[in-house]
């Protein structure tokens, strides 16, 4: 014979009111890992111009002014009409400003972005931060003008450590692919559809933030960040 409470549970399934999940005793929370599975990217299209963008947050490593990131109108955008700048101009040669999407933290991803050097004097540099836990830790790969050379470094207690590099010509006006990819150890830098350098570095194993990282006085234009997910 059923009990009330069994006849009443019966009864809610079958109307497909109450979740399969209810009638094991069990409640199961979306994993992490299933919900960090979709490719993201970053446009800025929705963003106002002159402001910052939604979803992200900003740092600087080292000294000098503040970094002042904001989205802008570019007619020759890759795509869509809005990059995201930093404006400031300080020349403050150990000064990295960093612009960090608030989430999601992965250890194994591949990331790119499209990036333009439009000016400075000390320096026109763009790059790409991964596995970023604060503004002193974190994985940056970039390409600069000035030296004509990709690099890539991790930044413990605020002290960058050059690991990988490759000399080719950077120019100046142009917009640029850089990517990377981290799984695991395993690290690699692409610039320009080709893969420029290629190591394993285990000093940041964990997971972190992603973002954009400038250098100095360099004034550099952001289009189409985009993170994909990978298995370890």
């Known amino acids: 014979m059923r009990t009330l409470h069994q006849t009443l549970l019966l009864a809610l399934l079958g109307t497909g009111w109450l979740p399969v999940a209810c009638t094991t005793g069990e409640h199961r929370e979306p994993s992490l890992a299933a919900a960090d599975t979709h490719v993201r990217t970053w446009g800025f299209e929705a963003d106002a111009p002159d402001a ?11 000294s000098g002014r503040p970094a002042t990131w904001v989205v802008r109108r570019s007619e020759d955008a890759p795509e869509g009409r809005n990059v995201l700048v930093q404006t400031d101009t300080d020349d403050t040669d150990y000064r990295f400003p960093i612009a960090v999407a608030d989430a999601p933290e992965l250890t194994d991803l591949r990331l790119s972005v499209r990036g333009r050097p439009v000016s400075g004097v000390l320096d026109q540099a763009l790059g790409l931060v991964f596995r970023y836990r604060d503004a002193d830790t974190y994985y940056i790969a970039r390409a600069n003008v000035i030296e004509d050379n990709v690099r890539l470094y991790h930044v413990t207690h605020g002290e960058r450590q050059q690991i990988g590099s490759w000399k080719g010509t950077v120019a100046p006006g142009k917009w640029h692919t850089l990517a990377v990819s981290a799984r695991g150890d395993h690290l690699t830098v692409d610039f320009d559809g080709s893969t420029v350098i290629e190591l394993h570095d285990a000093t940041l194993p964990g997971p972190g ?3 954009l990282w400038t250098k100095s006085d360099s004034m550099t234009e952001f289009d189409q960040l985009r993170l994909e997910p ?3």
């Not at 910052?52 to 080292?62: D, H, L, N, V």
Request: charged letters at 20%; glycine letters at 18%.
């Open 52 to 62: 910052a963008p939604a979803g992200f947050s900003f740092a600087r490593t080292g």
């Open 209 to 211: 933030r992603v973002g």
């Open 230 to 232: 990978l298995e370890p």
